[in-house]
């Protein structure tokens, strides 16, 4: 008889074995500016005329494979060019598991500019594809040229680039992006999850680069809880990325809510101008204490860096002080990212950090 732990190892992959899974800390009790969440509910109103939209949902039936309705409404509320398709995922970090499983094959490469969100990496390693990092120059901009290098030397199938990046927080410059467009012979997948931060998009490009697809979701926006992402781009490739997506992977209750949500953008747009002004008010604050080094952000975040005092230290002082960050010290030596709250949220946030630092 062969041990359990002898028959797992034989059987699953190497490389999934050798992963860590995606660990999410428990926020409870917590002040909780680790995860790019809004931190703004809806008020009653609004919540009851979503709770009515729900209550029409036949929950015996299967939902809209194709999420005709939802995808309507986010073409016009994503401003969506004309000719250009949209695929619908289950989050957008299920969008990139069906690009990578349409791209999949021995020796097929995805690149990204380093550090960057994980998901490129680990979804790359889960499909059985090769990810190759560049990393990323002074204050986190491309680094043009060993970009370039890069995508001669691997050709890969495709390019992700977080535009603004997670967790550095910052936009790229666009005319690079588009040498690397032009550069690339696989597809570039420009990742704008923090759109709404932003304000800066590649969507009015699809028409430009046939190579080109750009990714938004809804979860920065208000609606982690929902599970939507979208990526926009030619239907030659959304075509067959299709084929692997699995035929209901948004529930009837994402679509009702979803649609529910697009009648509600002037709300979620005045809620993200609200984190904007606020973050801008946090950066002034972090800017302003001894011993951090702060970079400016377009998303709903802040990294930053203790010169003074161990990242795991601060970490931990904070979380004595009930404020959950993000330690990226595993990654990123001394440094920790911050989501912007509510205002008593930040402020209670400072207040910790300044003690931490003492
Ligand atoms: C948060 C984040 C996502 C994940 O979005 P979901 O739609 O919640 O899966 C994708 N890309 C980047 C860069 C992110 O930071």
Request: aromatic share 8%; proline share 6%; hydrophobic share 45%.
């Amino acid at each position: 008889m062969t041990a359990l732990p002898d028959k797992v190892a034989r059987l699953v992959r190497p490389e999934i074995r050798a992963l860590k899974a995606y660990h999410v800390p428990d926020a409870t009790g917590l002040i909780k500016l680790d995860a790019m969440e809004n931190p703004y509910t809806w008020p009653e109103e609004v919540r009851s005329a979503w709770l009515e939209a729900v209550r029409q949902v036949s929950l015996n039936r299967y939902p809209d494979p194709g999420a005709r309705k939802v995808k309507e409404s986010l073409r016009t509320a994503l401003e969506v060019p004309p000719g250009q398709d949209l695929l619908l995922g289950n989050g957008s970090d299920e969008l990139i598991q069906i690009i990578c499983l349409a791209l999949t094959r021995p020796s097929a490469v995805v690149l990204a500019p380093t550090p960057t969100f994980v998901m490129y990496e680990m979804i790359a390693t889960f499909t059985g594809m090769k990810f190759i990092s560049v990393p990323l120059a002074k204050d986190y901009a491309l680094d043009d040229a060993a970009m370039l290098e890069a995508i001669e030397r691997e050709e890969p199938a495709v390019v992700f680039l977080a535009y603004p990046n997670n967790p550095t927080g910052n936009l790229f410059d666009r005319a690079v992006v588009e040498r690397l467009i032009r550069a690339v012979p696989g597809l570039v997948v420009v990742d704008e999850a923090y759109h709404a931060f932003a304000q800066d998009s590649f969507m009015a490009q699809l028409s430009e680069f046939d190579n080109l697809l750009v990714m938004r979701t809804l979860s920065k926006q208000g609606l982690a809880g929902l599970r939507l992402g979208v990526l926009a781009g030619a239907p030659a490739w959304l075509n067959e990325f299709d084929k692997v997506r699995l035929p209901y992977n948004l529930g009837s209750l994402t679509q009702a809510s979803a649609e529910f949500a697009l009648t509600q953008r002037a709300m979620l747009d005045e809620q993200a101008a609200q984190i904007c002004r606020d973050r801008e008010t946090l950066y002034q604050e972090l800017a302003a204490i001894d011993g951090l080094t702060v970079w400016p952000s377009r998303a709903n975040f802040i990294l930053f860096r203790v010169e003074t005092k161990s990242a795991d230290q601060v970490f931990q002082a904070l979380l004595r002080a009930k404020v959950l960050v993000k330690n990226m010290n595993a990654t990123m030596p001394e440094c920790l990212r911050v989501t912007v709250g509510m205002p008593a949220e930040n402020a209670a946030f400072v207040a910790a950090l300044r003690g931490a630092l003492k």
